[in-house]
């Protein structure tokens, strides 16, 4: 039994104990450890396209945005002011600086204070000394992610190769464009949700559309590599939707990395680019974004199909599935089973779930 929180232990090889997925103790732990000290999806880059434009967020209870300098550097600070304290942007927009609605202290796009009302000569202030918080931000083709740990490993230390593999997959990833945006809300503890994303045992059961109209599931495999899962598929024969094989010599194949702990790159046949980005909002609520690219964002009616066929089958599926496992992981007759684990690591095998179970355990021990 190893100790993850305050009074709750996981045992190797089973279903994690029902406290982690249900105790509002342990979520907020999660928030001062594990989810600051872990690499977060922040916006593409096409939400950021001029200077000054960013975009406000949330991670692990810190609200944070991310701005694009007039030099075109993007840069991540949290979203408080360094006077007293108040919000300093909501939602999303341009600025060519960044003034606080309450002094109105004014501060430059790279996040150096530029002025303060009264403030010259007062005793206590120097305006050279005074910067936002940054937060440390990596652009990850095309995609930036932040990580509250200024101490943090890189992205590439953390998911060693995958950068390279999902260009080699995907060479035009770069010029990929979202042009659709969904939300969810899953009515479950993150690590369910995540946990479900990552084990297709249940897919010939629970998924009809994905098993039989997209991948072939006997096929279906997951490798973790670092911090990242990487599934593997070929397409279904049946597939629902129309594909030109010589668009790439990947066309035929489906592709999913999951980058630890809450976001996804999934390719679909094709190939489609797409992504999860999981937002943890209580012990119990986890809301979700579904993000659908094309080249350089070209209307593609097959995109829109596709996104809507998903939105109705597979994710509708899975946020039953994951409602239900959360009510039952409260149930007082539920005791926590163990994980079938296939050495192969084939459709049938929940090592991906120790896997998770492992990583937990590791970053929870370190404690807050
Ligand atoms: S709190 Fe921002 S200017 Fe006073
Ligand atoms: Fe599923």
Not at 252 to 273: C, D, K, N, V
Not at 309 to 333: K, M, N
Not at 350 to 364: C, D, N, P
Request: one cysteine or more; charged letters at 25%; glycine letters at 6%.
């Amino acid at each position: 039994m190893t100790r993850v929180a305050p009074g709750v232990y996981v045992q190797a090889q089973r279903a994690m104990e029902p406290s982690v997925y249900l105790d509002p103790a342990v979520f907020e732990a999660e928030k001062s450890s594990l989810l600051s000290r872990t690499w977060q999806y922040a916006c593409h880059s096409s939400q950021l396209p001029e200077p000054g434009d960013f975009i406000t967020y949330e991670v692990a209870g810190e609200s944070l945005f991310t701005m694009r300098d007039t030099d075109g550097v993007v840069r991540t600070f949290y979203n408080v002011c360094m006077h007293r304290g108040h919000q300093l942007l909501d939602g999303s927009g341009t600025r060519r600086q960044i003034v606080c609605p309450y002094h109105a202290w004014t501060y430059r796009l790279d996040g150096r204070l530029r002025s303060a009302p009264h403030a010259e000569g007062r005793e206590g202030f120097d305006a050279s000394e005074i910067c936002l918080t940054a937060v440390k931000t990596e652009d990850f083709l095309g995609f930036y992610f932040v990580i509250l740990d200024d101490t943090a490993p890189s992205m590439d230390t953390v998911y060693p190769g995958i950068r390279d593999s999902i260009a080699e997959f995907l060479p035009t990833i770069e010029r990929m464009m979202p042009v659709a945006r969904l939300e969810f809300r899953a009515e479950a503890n993150w690590k369910v949700a995540i946990e479900n994303y990552n084990e297709c045992y249940h897919c010939k059961t629970a998924h009809k559309s994905f098993s039989k109209g997209v991948v072939l599931p006997d096929t279906y495999t997951i490798e973790p590599m670092g911090r990242c899962l990487n599934h593997r598929a070929q397409s279904s024969p049946k597939q629902y939707y129309e594909i030109d094989y010589d668009a790439s010599p990947h066309a035929a194949e489906y592709r999913s990395f999951f980058l630890w702990p809450l976001f996804t790159f999934q390719i679909y046949p094709g190939p489609i680019l797409n992504t999860f980005s999981w937002r943890p909002e209580s012990v119990d609520s986890t809301p979700f974004y579904r993000e659908w690219f094309s080249l350089e964002g070209e209307d593609s009616p097959v995109v829109r199909r596709v996104a809507d066929e998903d939105a109705r089958t597979t994710v509708a599926e899975d946020l039953d599935l994951v409602r239900s496992v959360q009510r039952g992981l409260a149930s007082r007759g539920y005791r926590p089973g163990p994980l079938i684990i296939d050495p192969d690591m084939g459709l049938n095998s929940e090592h991906t779930i120790a896997a998770i179970k492992a990583w937990y355990t590791e970053e929870m021990e370190k404690g807050e």
